[in-house]
């Protein structure tokens, strides 16, 4: 089970911190992806950190490298997104997923998906 929290209102340039809660068996053989979803737009891949036990990568689309950051809590189990420098087109609702596996990020297919948390960034 997946929880995603911390979206809102921001205004251009500012930051915000989305986090996933991650319940469930076996949390270490996951790797974790956060995906949005913009109006009239598909959903798209925005970054992803790989199983614990996989070597805990983090990896990102050309589009948020160097603004958005991913970071895991083992201990709170818990897949944080620092996002920096946040512009109007980053505007969208974010999910976070859940992928069994060893081998990377997106390389199986996302196995559960949490609820999405509203962001917008405008003045």
């Known amino acids: 089970q997946l929880q995603a929290s911390g979206g809102g209102l921001v205004q251009p340039g500012g930051s915000l911190r989305l986090s996933c809660a991650v319940s469930?068996?076996?949390?270490?053989?996951?790797?974790v992806g956060w995906f949005r979803q913009a109006p009239g737009k598909e959903r798209e891949r925005v970054s992803c950190?790989?199983?614990?036990?996989?070597?805990?990568?983090?990896y990102y689309v050309d589009s948020v490298k160097g603004r958005f950051a991913i970071s895991r809590d083992n201990a709170k189990t818990t897949v944080d997104l620092q996002m920096n420098n946040l512009k109007p087109e980053d505007t969208a609702v974010y999910y976070c997923?859940?992928?069994?596996?060893?081998?990377?990020?997106?390389?199986?297919?996302?196995?559960?998906w949490g609820k999405g948390t509203l962001v917008t960034v405008s003045s």
């Open positions: 950190v790989s199983a614990s036990l996989g070597g805990n990568t983090a």
């Open positions: 997923a859940a992928e069994y596996g060893l081998g990377g990020c997106w390389t199986y297919g996302m196995d559960y």
């Open positions: 469930g068996p076996n949390p270490d053989y996951y790797a």
